[in-house]
């Protein structure tokens, strides 16, 4: 498995970590086709039932293409194993705050394209995980 071992390498420098070892055979055996993107607020599965989340959850489950899913890890304990497990990989590094976020929403879209700069490491490490 020279190939999982070098995807693993590469998630891990990008600060993604696997919430299941079976992602591996999974990823190997049918590459994603589609990579869904969570916002960084909670966590996939969601346990406090937000309506992002379970749409996440749910279109991620019954796509009929292989799909991987980028989440935050919220630090919540999931549970054991679940049908998803093998789809998700959990952002592990922390996503702090920067001085931009004192600015007034409408100059943060201006200058850096986001009303929430911070997110932008956790958007660019999910890039850099796709490719």
Known sequence: MPFAKQLQKRLEHFGWDVAHPDIWTSLETSPPQVAILAPPLDTVPSFK???????VETLAS??????????????????????????????????????ADRLPYRMKRYLFGSA???????AHAAAQACL
């Open 49 to 55: 039932g937000n309506a992002i989340y379970v749409l």
């Open 62 to 99: 019954k796509l009929p293409i292989p799909c991987v899913v980028l989440a935050y890890d919220s630090s919540v304990q999931l549970p054991s194993f679940s049908a998803l497990d093998a789809r998700v990989l959990y952002y592990r590094n922390p996503i702090k705050p920067v001085f």
């Open 116 to 122: 929430v700069p911070g997110w932008i490491t956790y």
